[in-house]
């Protein structure tokens, strides 16, 4: 086996074993691979390994490679998205994890519409209140919450959240729970339960998937340092 495929199986491995550790259904979570800043050749190595889904975060560059790559592959988009360049990433993707604002929920609702499309969205919180981050801040996002529900194109999945950059991955955690505590009081609140909950990265991912996540990013842990 080469270092890619023996970097997704021993991720698999240690999602498996955090899920089965915190009494949850292994198949619960899914493993999106970060493949920004790698080119379609390293991205291929993933491919052979059975890995199907995948993260962008920069418009540009998604554009160029999700083209070059076989189109049975799934991608995210993940990264901070510019009302400007939603219709050119909107065609290749078939969720977005980085919903931070109403304006932008509206216009990828009118965009969708245009193209006949339904993206999956995730919407993006700042759960620190972390004042570099983008993000809904809590108060900000129940209050719009359910305008953002009533959108017809755009349906909202689940919750997202990167928490403050931190040398020791524990410290995520709380900010992972506070996530998943959101998500249970906009249940009770609009009676909607929202099922995703995107959190956790190469550095933190079994912490947020003792947390609730459904869907890991992780990127370094596979490919390397970018
Ligand atoms: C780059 C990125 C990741 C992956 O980070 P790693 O630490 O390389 O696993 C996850 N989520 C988002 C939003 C990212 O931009």
Same mark, same amino acid.
């Given at each position: 086996?080469?270092?890619?495929?023996?970097?997704?199986?021993?991720?698999?491995?240690?999602?498996?074993?955090?899920?089965?550790?915190?009494?949850?259904?292994?198949?619960?979570?899914?493993?999106?691979?970060?493949?920004?800043?790698? =080119?379609?050749?390293?991205?291929?190595?993933? #491919? *052979?390994?059975?890995? %199907?889904? +995948? &993260?962008?975060? !920069?418009?540009?560059?998604?554009?160029?490679?999700?083209?070059?790559?076989?189109?049975?592959?799934?991608?995210?988009?993940?990264?901070?998205?510019?009302?400007?360049?939603?219709?050119?990433?909107?065609?290749?993707?078939?969720?977005?994890?980085?919903?931070?604002?109403?304006?932008?929920?509206?216009?990828?609702?009118?965009?969708?519409?245009?193209?006949?499309?339904? =993206?999956?969205?995730?919407?993006?919180?700042? #759960? *620190?209140?972390?004042? %570099?981050? +983008? &993000?809904?801040? !809590?108060?900000?996002?129940?209050?719009?919450?359910?305008?953002?529900?009533?959108?017809?194109?755009?349906?909202?999945?689940?919750?997202?959240?990167?928490?403050?950059?931190?040398?020791?991955?524990?410290?995520?955690?709380?900010?992972?729970?506070?996530?998943?505590?959101?998500?249970?009081?906009?249940?009770?609140?609009?009676?909607?339960?929202?099922?995703?909950?995107?959190?956790?990265?190469?550095?933190?991912?079994?912490? *947020?998937?003792?947390?609730?996540?459904?869907?890991?990013?992780?990127?370094?842990?596979?490919?390397?340092?970018?």
């Amino acid at each position: 086996m080469d270092d890619i495929s023996e970097r997704i199986a021993e991720t698999r491995g240690r999602m498996e074993e955090a899920a089965r550790q915190a009494g949850r259904d292994p198949g619960e979570v899914e493993l999106m691979v970060v493949s920004k800043t790698f =080119p379609p050749e390293v991205i291929e190595e993933a #491919v *052979a390994a059975r890995q %199907r889904l +995948f &993260g962008e975060s !920069r418009v540009q560059e998604a554009v160029t490679k999700i083209p070059r790559l076989p189109s049975s592959l799934r991608w995210h988009f993940i990264g901070h998205l510019q009302s400007n360049k939603v219709r050119k990433i909107l065609p290749l993707i078939e969720a977005i994890h980085s919903v931070d604002s109403v304006e932008l929920a509206l216009d990828i609702e009118r965009i969708a519409d245009e193209l006949g499309l339904h =993206p999956e969205v995730y919407l993006q919180v700042n #759960v *620190a209140s972390d004042g %570099r981050k +983008f &993000g809904f801040r !809590r108060e900000g996002l129940l209050h719009s919450i359910d305008q953002l529900l009533t959108l017809k194109r755009v349906q909202v999945v689940g919750l997202m959240t990167i928490p403050p950059l931190s040398p020791k991955p524990e410290e995520s955690r709380p900010h992972f729970a506070a996530l998943r505590r959101l998500r249970d009081e906009i249940h009770e609140r609009t009676g909607t339960f929202l099922p995703g909950l995107s959190m956790g990265m190469s550095g933190d991912f079994p912490y *947020a998937i003792a947390e609730g996540a459904t869907i890991v990013r992780v990127g370094s842990a596979i490919f390397g340092a970018r």
